[in-house]
């Protein structure tokens, strides 16, 4: 099943040159997901070919403007372009009061529904649960009400080994009982078990999305062995106190994040506007955490590779 | 007296790729005017080195997105540079309540004022006089309230020939007057009519903002002489019909427009996304108004050239 994430934005607070702020795409089985929605994020959807068409869910962590100002233009050009197939969007609670302020001054009528879905920071909830992925959220530690989210794959059935249906002569009916885990007992009475017959399906993969927050342990356990974790790294970490006062992460902290979850890898993002190159950012959160990414706006990244 | 307007974005309704919504910055003697900020403006002034830092006034034509979605991220990104001198914003009355319902949800409390100016459609009003400009809201005609600006250069003071002074011993005190159009009587009680010894300033410039409106002649006399005409073509006028639906103009329209109103030179933007290139919009308004430019992101134009 494909499961990536695209960066369609790696800024905090204010934009530079080439560095839009926080967005990111996910191909999942062919959905598309849209974490956060900074300020140009629909532009940026332009330039890198991400069709909002195709997207049917938008998460929003926080109220901090470069993770949602892109939001009510892209909900508007949805209704322009003729969208007329519901939207599930999840946010903050007062997330509906801003968008509805904005589309009754603009005298505007969206022609396709929002669904709105509350998200809180009391503890973590299941908010979706559909026929690839459950996400919960990850609730963070933030100047601001901000959640994470935790997508993860749900586990598929076992696959029937083709050449065994043929061979044993498998009845269609049993296909759902043996892809459960069932053994199979043949029409001439001989008993296979069920790993002689099937193989296992991959292992679900899980990308946890972790902006913005201070290095907080409460949500280790519920982030680790993530595939992919992307975490805020805001900072270097000779600006720790800065970090601690703004409620931010290192890049350091990134890495100790991940090396204490046991993410498989860390894709780190998020980064002020202070840091015109990355390379040491990534080289703070190696020193820690060796297979670390760059959160760069336009490239790919594969959960589970 | 530099009086320039450098185009940040043409786009009207949805952006297409590499055309941002509407904003434009003017250059009026050095000082930076910024008339309307759709998304993505202040990374459109990072792409064209137009500082926020030197922004002292924003207009707001009315509250469609594409016309003020990049305020609140540009008043965001000022207040976390660390701007400290006021501004004066100008737009419709609900445009405030949107700025404070956002920046309360981002717990946040600029470090500077926000003089906030609201704007009426009932009649033209001059709502900002200062030592080089007045500007005067323009009442349009649009599906909600609108207001285009006109901004007019104050009429300068008459300039004394500088070989006049010497040769006439003229006394510093009658400066003043003899800018303002005194004649002068010299000590031995020569006379010298004031245009023997000053000559004229520069005619006023003026260019006019008029975004969006269906084609109203109850506009015309305002914008009457406009040195530089912005008018908005968002159609073809083969889409006659949907422009007038949309209260919107058609590059005839415009061109017709400036014919009518003697304008000196007219710019065309704001235009449809279904328009990937945009020849066939600027040949219908050259074939009413030949003096015509499109605006194009980035490209700035003298007022008066």
């Not at 899980?206 to 982030?223: G, K, P, W």
């Not at 106190?241 to 498989?264: M, V």
Request: one cysteine or more; aromatic letters at 10%.
């Amino acid at each position: 099943m494909k499961f990536e994430v695209t960066i369609l934005g790696s800024s905090s607070a204010t934009p530079i040159f080439n560095r839009n702020p926080s967005a990111q795409a996910l191909n999942i089985n062919d959905h598309l997901y849209l974490v956060d929605c900074g300020e140009g994020t629909q532009l940026q959807m332009l330039r890198f070919d991400i069709k909002a068409s195709r997207i049917d869910h938008i998460f929003i962590s926080h109220l901090h403007g470069d993770h949602y100002l892109g939001l009510v233009g892209l909900l508007s050009s949805m209704h322009l372009n003729g969208r007329s197939k519901a939207l599930r969007l999840f946010g903050p609670p007062e997330l509906k009061e801003i968008i509805d302020l904005q589309l009754k001054y603009s005298d505007t009528t969206l022609q396709y529904a929002v669904d709105f879905i509350p998200t809180h920071t009391d503890k973590a909830e299941v908010i979706l649960e559909n026929q690839d992925i459950t996400v919960e959220t990850i609730p963070l530690d933030h100047r601001i009400a901000c959640t994470g989210f935790l997508f993860r794959e749900k586990r598929r059935l076992r696959k029937i080994i083709k050449e065994k249906i043929a061979e044993l002569d498998i009845p269609v009916d049993y296909y759902s009982a043996i892809k459960k885990g069932a053994d199979y007992v043949s029409s001439d009475g001989k008993f296979y078990k069920n790993s002689e017959i099937t193989i296992a399906p991959e292992e679900p993969k899980a990308y946890a999305y972790c902006s913005d927050t201070l290095y907080n342990e409460n949500y280790f356990a519920q982030i680790s062995n993530a595939d992919l974790l992307y975490h805020e790294s805001t900072f270097l970490n000779n600006m720790l106190e800065r970090a601690q006062s703004t409620y931010h992460t290192t890049a350091l902290q990134a890495g100790d994040i991940a090396l204490k979850t046991q993410a498989k890898k860390l894709l780190i993002g998020h980064f002020s506007a202070r840091y015109k190159t990355l390379n040491e950012l990534l080289d703070e959160a190696r020193s820690v955490f060796p297979d670390t990414e760059l959160a760069i706006e336009g490239k790919t990244f594969i959960v589970g590779d």
